[in-house]
């Protein structure tokens, strides 16, 4: 699985923008972007995910860098309980049933 | 309706005893799977099972040992305790992908193992 780079920590305040971001420089043509995020005590939850192109849905934005060797997970108001451990996982779509692989991740801290 | 549930939420046991962990889940999906997280929250896959059969098994001991009756169950016993087997275990479910689409995995809340 290709690897991921992210930021131990990140801080925001509520109702602030954030930009969470990531680096996968060996990214391959047929590995698509997912985001996880883990609230404190719960499991992962999906929050999105993309191939090429910028994608949005209810809970953020992705943006992908025209290279696919980053990507930026948008929170555009972030709120207390957006407070948790983001992933951004490499998986290779072309082959089956795939485990997620999950690196350290980056913490997020909202402030009132 | 909690889609994909574990018990118990919480299971302290002593060294070299047996347990279970049950996982069910309620979305149809066809593919579930066996998360661990230890102390320092590195979360791994352990097992996946798709329509009952076991396709990823990741260098697991041979003390733990999954079981899948039927699609919508995949439970998790562990014999002879160990004390490094204390962590969170997580269970997911996924649907078979479609062309074109990704199989979102959905999680349950976990079960706290503490081996005393």
């Known amino acids: 699985d290709a690897k991921t780079t992210q930021p131990n920590s990140m801080e925001s305040n509520e109702e602030e923008p954030v930009h969470l971001p990531c680096n996968h420089s060996t990214i391959s043509g047929t590995d698509y972007i997912h985001w996880y995020r883990q609230l404190p005590s719960q499991g992962p939850e999906y929050v999105i995910h993309?191939?090429?192109s910028n994608v949005n849905n209810r809970m953020a934005s992705l943006a992908i860098a025209e290279d696919r060797k980053s990507s930026t997970l948008i929170l555009h108001r972030a709120t207390l309980r957006d407070a948790a451990v983001y992933y951004c996982i490499l998986r290779d779509e072309d082959t089956g049933f795939q485990k997620l692989v999950f690196g350290t991740g980056t913490r997020l801290l909202v402030s009132p | 309706d909690t889609a994909v549930s574990q018990t118990p939420k919480y299971l302290v046991t002593q060294m070299g005893n047996d347990k279970s962990i049950k996982c069910e889940q309620n979305?149809?999906?066809?593919?579930m799977y066996w998360y661990k997280q230890d102390s320092k929250k590195f979360l791994k896959i352990m097992f996946s099972y798709n329509n009952k059969e076991l396709i990823i098994n990741e260098t697991v001991p041979n003390r733990f040992s999954p079981k899948s009756p039927d699609k919508a169950h995949l439970n998790l016993h562990i014999n002879s305790l160990e004390l490094g087997d204390s962590a969170v275990y997580f269970c997911a479910s996924s649907q078979d992908r479609a062309a074109g689409e990704t199989d979102t995995q959905y999680f349950g809340p976990g079960t706290r193992l503490t081996v005393l």
């Open positions: 993309g191939l090429t």
């Open positions: 979305l149809g999906h066809d593919t």
